[in-house]
């Protein structure tokens, strides 16, 4: 008998608009496999609350307890017999094997990653630059800055990436970003998740502020991959959630085959603040983004909030290109 990788993965679908999935597949847009979410959001302003749950994909958001009817049932149990049939739905369409090596089982919410490709991920621990992040290999016995930092006016106050990019892990990145294999998030905001949480919790950060895309690249992508991994991080750390402080304001050209002096030079104007933003005196933020090179992105965002008043801007990307 042959078995779901034989015969089908999520990329073998047809590429559907969110208004042509949403009224084929309601189920889809519920569980972020359509960026429904994403359009909620893009006119938002800076408060987290309207719409925001509704991007956090594939997490099914029902009610669980206290919500009664008129005949007083407790509702509970009508909400988890929903939830598993859309789960069951979820898995009709989108079969549960992973999609890197298409043999051993993986879930939506696990980001159709199995446990053995999970071992591949390379986390990145100290030794590192004390700016960027740069992993060192070997001990150090004083602070480490690496020579991109000190060749380089970077505007952040540091910068941390979760894992190394390189291996199945870009490979995912690329698919998630140029492919719109969006079953890849719930993975790639777990491992933001779990290294930038702990930092961030319970420190004075004001906002997460997602690195914007060109209105053009962003229409052509149909969603902004670092401002749905930012959504995750601001719904786990509770930090408030600034999608709309910064704006691209230069269709820059790729950022991937440009060396490092390139690259400050592509992107050294190309962000501005929104007309009419919060006054930024004093404030801290967090940036995201999902792929941390030279920082030449990060810098130019980070210039602009600290020439606003910003006082500290740290960075976390899911990724760091070494």
């Not at 079969?95 to 696990?110: D, L, M, N, V």
Request: proline share 6%; net charge neutral.
């Amino acid at each position: 008998m042959l078995s779901a990788a034989n015969w089908f993965h999520p990329g073998d679908l047809p590429r559907l608009s969110v208004q042509d999935g949403s009224a084929i597949c309601p189920w889809l847009a519920a569980a972020g496999f359509l960026s429904s979410a994403h359009a909620n959001l893009s006119d938002a302003d800076e408060s987290p609350g309207e719409g925001f749950e509704d991007a956090i994909p594939p997490t099914l958001l029902v009610p669980s307890t206290g919500f009664r009817g008129r005949s007083g049932a407790n509702m509970s149990t009508l909400a988890s017999g929903f939830k598993d049939y859309l789960g069951a739905a979820l898995a009709f369409i989108y079969p549960e094997f992973c999609q890197i090596c298409r043999e051993a089982r993986a879930t939506a919410a696990e980001g159709m990653v199995c446990a053995d490709c999970w071992r591949q991920v390379r986390f990145i621990r100290p030794p590192y630059c004390e700016r960027c992040g740069l992993p060192f290999e070997g001990e150090l016995s004083s602070v480490f800055e690496c020579g991109n930092c000190r060749e380089m006016e970077l505007h952040f106050t540091s910068a941390r990436s979760a894992v190394a990019a390189g291996g199945m892990v870009l490979e995912i990145i690329h698919r998630y970003k140029y492919q719109r294999a969006l079953w890849f998030e719930p993975f790639l905001a777990d491992l933001l998740i779990r290294e930038a949480g702990p930092v961030l919790r319970g420190a004075p950060w004001d906002w997460i502020v997602p690195v914007p895309l060109h209105p053009a690249k962003e229409r052509e992508r149909e969603f902004n991959q670092a401002e749905r991994l930012a959504q995750r991080l601001a719904a786990a750390t509770q930090i408030p959630l600034n999608a709309r402080l910064l704006k691209r304001v230069e269709p820059t050209r790729t950022q991937t085959r440009l060396t490092r002096s390139e690259r400050a030079a592509n992107v050294r104007r190309a962000f501005a603040l929104r007309p009419g933003r919060l006054d930024l005196k004093g404030a801290r933020i967090v940036l995201v983004d999902d792929v941390f090179t030279t920082g030449a992105t990060t810098s130019a965002c980070a210039r602009v909030v600290r020439e606003a008043g910003a006082v500290e801007v740290c960075v976390w990307t899911v990724a760091r290109g070494l």
